[in-house]
C-alpha cells in the first residue's frame, strides 16, 4: 500500500490553488485588477538581491565565504543548539 506524505498533500494543494487562479485569471474582465497583477508578476522577476540591504548582503557574503573555509555546523549540531526553541 502506498503511503501519502504530508508533501504529497501539500503539492496537490499547491497544484490545486494553481488550477484555481488559472481559471479565475480566465474569466477576468477587470483591467485594473489584471494590470496589478501584471505589475506583481514584474516585481517578483526582480532580483531580490537588488532588494535587500548592504547590511544583509555583507550577511550573506559572509556566510558564503565562511562556507567557502569550511566554517560550518552541521544540521544536527544546530539542532541540538536550538531545539528547545523548535
Do not use: C, P
Not at 501519502?4 to 499547491?14: G, Q, T
Amino acid at each position: 500500500m502506498n503511503k501519502i506524505s504530508n508533501f504529497d498533500i501539500m503539492d496537490l494543494s499547491l497544484q490545486n490553488k494553481k488550477i484555481e487562479l488559472i481559471h479565475w485569471l480566465s474569466t477576468l474582465n477587470d483591467q485594473s485588477l489584471i494590470d496589478k497583477l501584471m505589475k506583481l508578476r514584474e516585481k517578483e522577476k526582480t532580483d531580490w538581491w537588488n532588494e535587500i540591504s548592504a547590511t544583509e548582503k555583507k550577511s550573506i557574503e559572509k556566510g558564503i565565504q565562511d562556507a567557502e573555509n569550511g566554517k560550518l555546523t552541521s544540521h544536527s549540531n544546530v539542532k541540538k543548539i536550538y531545539e528547545k526553541w523548535l
